[in-house]
């Protein structure tokens, strides 16, 4: 079954018409005429449709149930990838995933979100919300890639750091600033890919990279659209406006020199063919970690600190 968003609802009724075409027996050459009509149909639409989504229908698409979590990207293109769990403090947060695995011939060290793939293990990785300790087991992930010399690959997929009170009281906070410090200094080659949500300071506790990718129809930003309407306009049902108004599309933080490249999505999203999107993702990190080997570290954490203090201007005299 399918899962179409509200804005899809055309392509629902059309995939629903050539499905029983499909299953029916009768007047079989009559189907096929009406076949090839309908999919011609639907392909006008999907082509109108996806080429000209406004901010928050991509912010919808972001979010769908069916798009690829981190780990499956992983099972497609990572060969040999071993777990690591812990924060060796409190305990082990299911919000991050890291551990260590080959693309090619290259180990890479690889951290970041999962949210889950169906009801059950969303809640148990509480909707890629993490705590502190989460935080602190990408911490540890980072300083194990630093220690043997493993370019660092980061995965983004958040609707932001979990906001509860046990989570603030073991220093939510802190864990994020600190990861922001560390991850400034890695000596190793950093690339960061947002999948899917890329929400507030949770997001960016994994995001300070030499190279930050983003799939064609993720988004980036400080705060959700619902919550920043909830502020401007007390009314969380303007969260359209707010989409707009934010800037969290990949085209538009390409432009603001906020991301470096955006990765294109199969038409619909990458869930429409998670083979062909893990592929583009694999051939972007290759390129990417290849151009970057090609420095030295302290070149790499002067690019890196350029690159983040470049971000943003002041008007004005």
């Not at 769990?85 to 260590?100: E, T």
């Not at 890695?186 to 690339?191: A, E, G, H, N, T």
């Not at 899917?196 to 980036?220: K, Q």
């Not at 038409?267 to 990190?285: E, F, K, N, V």
Request: glycine share 10%.
């Amino acid at each position: 079954m399918r899962h179409y968003l509200d804005f899809e609802k055309p392509l629902a009724e059309l995939h629903e018409q050539i499905d029983k075409l499909h299953t029916s027996d009768e007047n079989r050459e009559g189907n096929q005429k009406e076949l090839d009509r309908l999919t011609r149909k639907v392909r006008e639409i999907e082509s109108g449709l996806y080429d000209s989504l406004t901010p928050w229908q991509q912010t919808q698409l972001a979010r769908h149930p069916e798009r690829p979590s981190m780990l499956e990207y992983l099972e497609s293109f990572v060969e040999d990838f071993v777990q690591l769990h812990g924060d060796r403090a409190f305990r082990d947060d299911p919000a991050i995933v890291g551990g260590i695995g080959r693309i090619g011939h290259r180990e890479c060290v690889f951290l970041g979100h999962q949210k889950g793939r169906n009801l059950k293990t969303r809640v148990i990785r509480n909707f890629g919300m993490a705590h502190p300790e989460g935080y602190r087991k990408a911490l540890r992930l980072m300083h194990f890639a630093d220690r043997f010399q493993k370019p660092l690959v980061c995965f983004i997929d958040t609707p932001g750091a979990y906001p509860g009170l046990g989570a603030e009281e073991r220093g939510q906070s802190e864990a994020i600033a600190r990861n922001l410090l560390v991850m400034s200094r890695l000596k190793v080659p950093i690339v960061v890919v947002v999948i899917g949500e890329g929400g507030s300071g949770g997001a960016l506790a994994v995001g300070v990279g030499d190279r930050i990718l983003m799939l064609e129809h993720s988004i980036y930003s400080v705060i959700s659209p619902e919550g920043c309407a909830a502020i401007l306009w007390k009314d969380g049902a303007k969260a359209p406006q707010a989409a707009e108004a934010l800037k969290i599309t990949a085209t538009d933080l390409l432009k603001l020199g906020i991301i470096d490249e955006i990765l294109p999505e199969p038409l619909g999203g990458s869930h429409r063919d998670r083979t062909r999107m893990s592929r583009t993702i694999r051939d972007a990190l290759v390129k990417n970690l290849e151009s970057l080997e090609k420095l030295s570290p302290d070149e790499r954490v002067n690019q890196r600190y350029e690159k983040f203090r470049r971000m943003g201007y002041v008007e004005g005299g």
